[in-house]
């Protein structure tokens, strides 16, 4: 049915008109487009976005909408290296009042039950979640049992500060964490304490999530309980 809706929902484009871009840490840059009332997705979806303020080879890519559908904006978070792809060059040179295309929302990515769940995230696999946290954070139900393990070796946590505060304001539990042991420890604890009842979603590279979704199953976590969010291109 996801499916069927996501095939709809790829023709559904529009215009949306670039307002600013800021760096959020050492390489890692976030853009922030209008939000028009028409235009709405559920937190964790994705959408697919085309440069068309210039020519570029490869003008689309799949990106998180890391902002909540009650923002008022339209907001993605990406990595840019020091040698970026055309795309992303692109994305820099964006100024205000210029437009690039998104198309979606898609995938299915997003909270569904009420059930005890974990986010994991990799990097720049926390874009869906500040999504997810923040829309909680909007709808004010306190009593959800989520937690966020948020895995960076680098430890630059992108969001940090706001996640802190999403922490202060709901019941999601948030840690940091930097070395991939310490990640398994942190699954078997909720394994342990979630029983068979535990949603896990997974988001980051493609290592990072079959590594961890690997490691999920193998301690009988249920197929149907694990959510992957898989950002190719890492
Ligand atoms: C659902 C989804 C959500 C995403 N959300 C984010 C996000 O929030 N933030 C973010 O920074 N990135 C996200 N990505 C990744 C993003 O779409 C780009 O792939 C990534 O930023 C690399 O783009 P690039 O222009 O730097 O490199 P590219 O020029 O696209 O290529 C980098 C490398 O990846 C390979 N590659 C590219 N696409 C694919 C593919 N589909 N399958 C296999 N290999 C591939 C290329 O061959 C190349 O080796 C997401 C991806 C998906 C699928």
Known sequence: MA???????????????????FQESEGVYTFRFEKSDDVTWKAGQHGLFTITHQKIKGHTRPFTIASAPEEDVIQITMKISDDPSEFKKAMLSLKKGDTIKMAGPVGSFYLKEDSPTM?????????????????????GNNN????????????????????DQFAKETSVKVTYIHERDHLNK?????????????????AGPKSMVETTTTYLQKQKVPKRHIKKDVMFGY
Not at 121 to 139: C, D, K, L, N, Y
């Open 3 to 21: 499916f069927i809706q996501d095939i709809f929902s790829i023709f559904n484009k529009r215009n949306i008109p670039f307002i600013e871009s």
């Open 119 to 139: 986010l994991i995230a990799g990097g720049i696999g926390i874009t869906p979640f500040r999504s997810i946290i923040q829309q909680i954070e909007v709808e």
């Open 144 to 163: 959800k049992q989520i937690q966020l393990i948020y895995l960076d070796s680098s430890k630059s946590f992108v969001f940090q500060d706001e996640l």
């Open 186 to 202: 942190e699954l078997d604890k909720c394994i342990c304490s979630y029983s068979n009842d535990g949603h896990f979603f997974v």
